[in-house]
C-alpha cells in the first residue's frame, strides 16, 4: 500500500508538471511551421529547416518606444541595453560569452513596436540559447552600478547620432511627419530621462510590458519544433500570467497642409526627403503601396531614379519606400543631391509620385515590382535569421506568421489598384519635405517657394511621358573546371532555396592602383553594368529586372568583378548579361559623366564621417608608399580626370580570359553549368605574351614602422574617433590565422575590450579591433568611439589591453572562445548563394 500510494503521489507530481507545462493550443500551420500558446499566453513559433546545421533564437516583447509615457522616453532602449548585465547566477559578460563559446552571435534591437533578443548559432546549442535568453529576460538584475554606467554609454550614443547625417534627417522627418504618434519621437529617447533612469523605473516598466501574453519565442532552423515548444514551455511557462489591457495610442490628426523643414548642419553633402502618410501594416492597400513604391523608387529600372539621375541629373541618388507598422506609416523618398539643385529635384520627384493618380503603371512595371518583392522575399529567407525575424515580424503586427499569404496579395494586385491608392493617398496637402545642408549655405528654398513648387509638381502631374568534384570542402559539392582559355569556373550545386549566385573575379582593385590613377578601379566598378555594346545602360538595367535579378560591379583591395543574383529559372539568361557586361562593356562617355560627381559626392560623406575618416588616414600613415594606402573610393584629382577611354584601357588591360575566375552556387548541375559558360567565354581570346594587356603585377610590401607615427584631424563634432593599430601579417603569412584569433579575443560583447573598457569603465560607446590581411601585407588595431574628455583614459586603457596580451598568456578557454567564433560566424556567412559564389572566387 506504502508502495502504491507513493506511485501515486509521484503520478500526480508528474501529472502536474506536465499541465502546467502543456500548451493551450498548438497546431502546425504549415509544413515545419509550428505555432503554440501556453497557458501563461506565450506564444512559441517555429520554423523547421532540417539540414541547415544553424539555428536562430528570439524572445520579442511588444515593447517599444511608442508606449513609453513621457517620464520613460527612452527605456525600453535602455533595459535592451541592460538586459546582457547581468542575472541572478551570471554576471556581466556572462550571458553573451555563453552564446560566444560555441561561435554563436547574440544581440537584441529596439523599434517602435517591439524589443526583440536575438541569437544565431549552430544548431546543436539551440536549447543553450532558449535558457540564455529567457534567464536575461526573466531575471536581470539591473545592478544599479551598471546602471550608472550604462547610462553613460546611452548618452555617448545619443551624442554621436549628432554626426550622423541620414540619422538626424530621419528624425526630424518623422518628427515634421507626425504631431501627436510616438512614431514622431526617437526610439533611443532623449539625454533628460536618460539620466533620470533607474532601477526602480525599469522594474515598474517591465512589470508593465514584460508578461507572457505580451512575449513571443521563435525559433527557425535546424530543429524539431514540439521539442522546441515544449522547451519553451519548461523554461517560460512558469511566468505569471497577466491580463492587462494594450496599450491605446493616440491617433494622429488627418494632416491637411503641406508641412516643411530645413536643417543646418556641419556636413558637406546635401540631402533630401519626402513622407506621406499611407497605410498600416494589416490595411488592404499595404501590398499595392509596397509595389508601388517599387516601381517609384527602388533601384536603377525605378521611376524617381530614371527621371531625377539619369535623364535630368538632379540626383547623385534616390530611392522610395513604404513604412507600414503596426499604426498608419508613411511614404518616404530620400535623395542625395547638390544644394544648387534642391527645388528642382523637389519638384519632379513629387510631380513623379502624383503621376501614380493619372496614369497606370505598364504590365512590364507591374511584372518587374512583383519579381522583386518575391526575390528580396525568398532570398531573406535564404538565413535562418530572416526567417525568425519575419515570422516574428507577421505575427505581431498580424497574428499570423505565414508570409506566403503576403506573397499572395502581392501577386494579385492591379494597374488600377495602384491608382486607386495614389488617388487615396498622394495629394498636394499630405506631403511634408525637409532639406539637411550644409551650415550656413543657404541651399534651403523657404516656405512660399516650396509651396509653389508643390503645386507645380501637382500640374504637371496629368502630362504624360566537371573537371573534378572537389574533396573534402567545407561547402559540399563544389566542381572546378579549366576551360580551354584560361577561365577558371567553380560551381557549387545546391538545391535548397531556388537562387544562384554568380561571381565574376578579376586580380586587381586599389593594389592596381597608383595616386594617379586612384579611383579607377572604383570607377569601373560602378560604370561596368551600365551597358553593353547592344545595349544601353537602361535596356540593360530592364534586362536585369525582368529576370527579378540583380547585377552590379564590385571592387576591393586585391580584385575587381561583377556580383549577379537571380532566380534559378533564369540562371542561362542571367549568365549571358554578365558575359555581355565582361566582355562587351559600354564604357558609355555619358554614364561616365553621371558616375563621375557620385564618386565626388562619395568623397564628401566620407569627410562627413568621422569613422571613415579615421580609417583612411590610418590606412594611409600605415602603408605610405604601398597602394593599400590609398584612398578606397579614389583621389579627387584622379576622379574628375579620368574618360571613358582611359577606364576602358584600364579594365581590358586586367580584364583577360585567364585571370578571370567564375563561381556559381546555387540551384544548376555543375556539368550543365559548365556548357553554358563554355557557350558564353570560351571563344574570349587570351592575351598574347609581350602585348600591352600581358602584365605581371610585382609590388613591394610597405616598409616596416620605424617610429610611432600620431595624426590628428580636427573637426568640430560631438565625439572623437580613434584608431591605433600595427603592421600585420599578409593573407599567406601563417601568423594571419593567430591574428584572426587574437582579434576575435579582444573583440564581441564578451571581448577584453568591450568588457575592459566599456563595461567596467564606460570609456566608449563604440569599441572594436580589426585585422586585415592583404596580398602584400596587412594590418591590425582597435577602433575606439569615445567623448573627448574620455580620449586620453581611452587610448591609456587601449594600451593597457595590448600591453596585456604581449607578456600575459592567454587562457585556454579564452582561446577556445575565439575559435568558436570564427568557425560560427564563418558558418553562418556561408548561409547565402551569393556569399558562397564569393568565397569561393576570391580563395
Known amino acids: 500500500m506504502k508502495t502504491t500510494r507513493a506511485l501515486f503521489l509521484l503520478l500526480n507530481i508528474l501529472l502536474v508538471t506536465t499541465m502546467n507545462t502543456t500548451p493551450l493550443t498548438a497546431e502546425e500551420l504549415a509544413p515545419h511551421l509550428h505555432k503554440a500558446i501556453l497557458d501563461n499566453g506565450l506564444t512559441v513559433l517555429v520554423r523547421e529547416t532540417p539540414g541547415t546545421r544553424?539555428?536562430?533564437?528570439?524572445?520579442?516583447?511588444?515593447?517599444?518606444?511608442?508606449?513609453?509615457?513621457?517620464?520613460?522616453?527612452?527605456?525600453?532602449?535602455?533595459?535592451?541595453?541592460?538586459?546582457?548585465?547581468?542575472?541572478?547566477?551570471?554576471?556581466p559578460g556572462e550571458l553573451a560569452g555563453a552564446i560566444e563559446r560555441v561561435g554563436g552571435r547574440i544581440n537584441a534591437y529596439t523599434s517602435y513596436e517591439n524589443t526583440v533578443y536575438h541569437a544565431t548559432l549552430s544548431a546543436a546549442h539551440w536549447d543553450m540559447a532558449l535558457e540564455v535568453l529567457a534567464e536575461a529576460v526573466m531575471h536581470s538584475v539591473f545592478d544599479p552600478v551598471e546602471v550608472e554606467r550604462e547610462i553613460k554609454v546611452v548618452l555617448e550614443e545619443v551624442a554621436m547620432r549628432y554626426d550622423r547625417p541620414n540619422i538626424m534627417m530621419f528624425q526630424e522627418l518623422m518628427a515634421a511627419a507626425y504631431n501627436r504618434h510616438p512614431y514622431r519621437l526617437p526610439v533611443i529617447g532623449n539625454e533628460e530621462t536618460i539620466r533620470g533612469f533607474t532601477r526602480d523605473k525599469i522594474l515598474a516598466y517591465m512589470k508593465n510590458h514584460y508578461y507572457p501574453r505580451n512575449m513571443m519565442v521563435v525559433v527557425a532552423g535546424d530543429v524539431a519544433g514540439p521539442e522546441v515548444i515544449a522547451r519553451a514551455a519548461e523554461i517560460m511557462g512558469n511566468m505569471a500570467a497577466a491580463d492587462r489591457?494594450?496599450?491605446?495610442?493616440?491617433?494622429?490628426?488627418?494632416?491637411?497642409?503641406?508641412?516643411?523643414?530645413?536643417?543646418?548642419?556641419?556636413?558637406?553633402?546635401?540631402?533630401?526627403?519626402?513622407?506621406?502618410?499611407?497605410?498600416?501594416?494589416?490595411?488592404?492597400?499595404?501590398?499595392?503601396?509596397?509595389?508601388?513604391?517599387?516601381?517609384?523608387?527602388?533601384?536603377?529600372?525605378?521611376?524617381?531614379?530614371?527621371?531625377?539621375?539619369?535623364?535630368?541629373?538632379?540626383?547623385?541618388?534616390?530611392?522610395?519606400?513604404?513604412?507600414?507598422?503596426?499604426?498608419?506609416?508613411?511614404?518616404?523618398?530620400?535623395?542625395?543631391l547638390d544644394g544648387g539643385n534642391m527645388l528642382q529635384a523637389f519638384e519632379a520627384a513629387l510631380a513623379e509620385l502624383?503621376?501614380?493618380?493619372?496614369?497606370?503603371?505598364?504590365?512590364?512595371?507591374?511584372?518587374?515590382?512583383?519579381?522583386?518583392?518575391?526575390?528580396?522575399?525568398?532570398?531573406?529567407?535564404?538565413?535562418?535569421?530572416?526567417?525568425?525575424?519575419?515570422?516574428?515580424?507577421?505575427e505581431m503586427m498580424t497574428g499570423d506568421p505565414r508570409e506566403e499569404r503576403y506573397l499572395d496579395k502581392i501577386r494579385a494586385v492591379t494597374a488600377e489598384e495602384i491608382k486607386s491608392a495614389a488617388r487615396k493617398y498622394f495629394s498636394r496637402e499630405t506631403a511634408t519635405v525637409g532639406f539637411l545642408v550644409p551650415r550656413g549655405s543657404g541651399f534651403a528654398p523657404d516656405r512660399e517657394t516650396i509651396e509653389a513648387a508643390i503645386?507645380?509638381?501637382?500640374?504637371?502631374?496629368?502630362?504624360s511621358d566537371s573537371e573534378a568534384l572537389l574533396p573534402d570542402t567545407y561547402l559540399t559539392r563544389v566542381h572546378r573546371f579549366r576551360l580551354e582559355n584560361g577561365v577558371t569556373l567553380l560551381v557549387r550545386e545546391?538545391?535548397?532555396?531556388?537562387?544562384?549566385?554568380?561571381?565574376?573575379?578579376?586580380?586587381?582593385?586599389?593594389?592596381?592602383?597608383?595616386?594617379?590613377?586612384?579611383?579607377?578601379?572604383?570607377?569601373?566598378?560602378?560604370?561596368?553594368?551600365?551597358?553593353?555594346?547592344?545595349?544601353?545602360?537602361?535596356?540593360?538595367?530592364?534586362?536585369?529586372?525582368?529576370?527579378?535579378?540583380?547585377?552590379?560591379?564590385?571592387?576591393?583591395?586585391?580584385?575587381?568583378?561583377?556580383?549577379?543574383?537571380?532566380?534559378?529559372?533564369?540562371?542561362?539568361?542571367?549568365?549571358?548579361?554578365?558575359?555581355?557586361?565582361?566582355?562587351?562593356?559600354?564604357?558609355?562617355?555619358?554614364?561616365?559623366e553621371k558616375i563621375r560627381p557620385e564618386l565626388l559626392s562619395q568623397l564628401k560623406q566620407q569627410e562627413d564621417s568621422l569613422t571613415s575618416l579615421a580609417f583612411q588616414e590610418f590606412y594611409r600613415q600605415l602603408f605610405d608608399g604601398h597602394p593599400y594606402g590609398l584612398n578606397s573610393i579614389g583621389s579627387e584629382d584622379a576622379i574628375k580626370s579620368f574618360t571613358a577611354e582611359a577606364l576602358e584601357s584600364i579594365y581590358f588591360t586586367h580584364a583577360k580570359p585567364e585571370n578571370l575566375v567564375l563561381t556559381v552556387s546555387g540551384d544548376v548541375k555543375a556539368e550543365e553549368a559548365r556548357e553554358v559558360a563554355a557557350s558564353l567565354f570560351g571563344d574570349w581570346e587570351p592575351?598574347?605574351?609581350?602585348?600591352?594587356?600581358?602584365?605581371?603585377?610585382?609590388?613591394?610590401?610597405?616598409?616596416?614602422?620605424?617610429?610611432?607615427?600620431?595624426?590628428?584631424?580636427?573637426?568640430?563634432?560631438?565625439?572623437?574617433?580613434?584608431?591605433?593599430?600595427?603592421?600585420?601579417?599578409?593573407?599567406?603569412?601563417?601568423?594571419?590565422?593567430?591574428?584572426?584569433?587574437?582579434?576575435?579575443?579582444?573583440?564581441?560583447?564578451?571581448?577584453?575590450?568591450?568588457?575592459?573598457?566599456?563595461?567596467?569603465?564606460?570609456?566608449?560607446?563604440?569599441?572594436?579591433?580589426?585585422?586585415?590581411?592583404?596580398?602584400?601585407?596587412?594590418?591590425?588595431?582597435?577602433?575606439i568611439g569615445t567623448s573627448p574628455e574620455k580620449k586620453q583614459q581611452a587610448i591609456e586603457s587601449a594600451w593597457q589591453e595590448l600591453e596585456t596580451l604581449r607578456t600575459e598568456p592567454v587562457e585556454k578557454e579564452e582561446i577556445e572562445r575565439a575559435k568558436n567564433i570564427l568557425i560560427g560566424e564563418y558558418e553562418l556567412a556561408m548561409q547565402t548563394h551569393s556569399a558562397q559564389a564569393l568565397e569561393l572566387g576570391l580563395n
Do not use: C
Open 687 to 783: 592575351a598574347k605574351k609581350g602585348t600591352a594587356t600581358d602584365i605581371e603585377e610585382d609590388i613591394l610590401p610597405p616598409a616596416p614602422l620605424r617610429e610611432e607615427k600620431v595624426r590628428e584631424i580636427t573637426r568640430d563634432k560631438e565625439q572623437v574617433h580613434l584608431v591605433i593599430g600595427f603592421m600585420g601579417a599578409a593573407l599567406n603569412d601563417n601568423d594571419r590565422f593567430v591574428l584572426d584569433v587574437l582579434d576575435t579575443i579582444l573583440s564581441g560583447q564578451s571581448g577584453r575590450l568591450f568588457s575592459g573598457m566599456r563595461d567596467k569603465q564606460s570609456l566608449a560607446y563604440s569599441l572594436s579591433s580589426f585585422a586585415f590581411f592583404g596580398l602584400d601585407t596587412g594590418a591590425l588595431g582597435i577602433y
Open 54 to 91: 544553424v539555428a536562430a533564437v528570439e524572445i520579442w516583447v511588444k515593447a517599444g518606444s511608442v508606449y513609453e509615457n513621457a517620464e520613460e522616453a527612452g527605456i525600453t532602449h535602455f533595459i535592451e541595453h541592460m538586459i546582457f548585465k547581468g542575472t541572478e547566477t551570471r554576471g
Open 494 to 592: 545546391d538545391d535548397t532555396v531556388p537562387t544562384v549566385g554568380i561571381r565574376a573575379v578579376f586580380p586587381g582593385g586599389m593594389r592596381a592602383e597608383t595616386p594617379g590613377t586612384n579611383g579607377a578601379f572604383s570607377y569601373i566598378s560602378d560604370l561596368l553594368p551600365k551597358g553593353t555594346r547592344k545595349m544601353t545602360a537602361n535596356e540593360f538595367a530592364e534586362e536585369v529586372a525582368d529576370m527579378a535579378g540583380e547585377i552590379t560591379g564590385f571592387n576591393g583591395k586585391n580584385t575587381f568583378g561583377i556580383k549577379a543574383d537571380f532566380l534559378a529559372r533564369f540562371f542561362s539568361e542571367g549568365l549571358t548579361l554578365v558575359r555581355d557586361v565582361l566582355r562587351e562593356p559600354a564604357f558609355d562617355p555619358m554614364e561616365a
Open 354 to 394: 502624383f503621376r501614380f493618380k493619372h496614369f497606370s503603371v505598364t504590365d512590364e512595371e507591374l511584372k518587374r515590382a512583383k519579381r522583386r518583392l518575391e526575390s528580396e522575399f525568398v532570398f531573406n529567407l535564404e538565413r535562418v535569421e530572416g526567417q525568425a525575424r519575419v515570422l516574428g515580424s507577421f
Open 245 to 336: 489591457q494594450a496599450d491605446s495610442l493616440p491617433m494622429e490628426p488627418v494632416q491637411d497642409e503641406a508641412r516643411f523643414f530645413a536643417l543646418e548642419a556641419e556636413i558637406m553633402q546635401p540631402q533630401m526627403a519626402i513622407a506621406i502618410p499611407i497605410s498600416k501594416f494589416k490595411d488592404p492597400d499595404t501590398p499595392v503601396l509596397d509595389v508601388l513604391s517599387e516601381i517609384a523608387g527602388r533601384g536603377e529600372t525605378s521611376r524617381l531614379y530614371r527621371k531625377l539621375r539619369d535623364e535630368k541629373q538632379l540626383v547623385y541618388g534616390i530611392n522610395a519606400m513604404a513604412f507600414t507598422p503596426k499604426d498608419p506609416g508613411i511614404f518616404k523618398i530620400s535623395a542625395v
Open 455 to 463: 503645386a507645380r509638381a501637382d500640374a504637371a502631374a496629368i502630362q
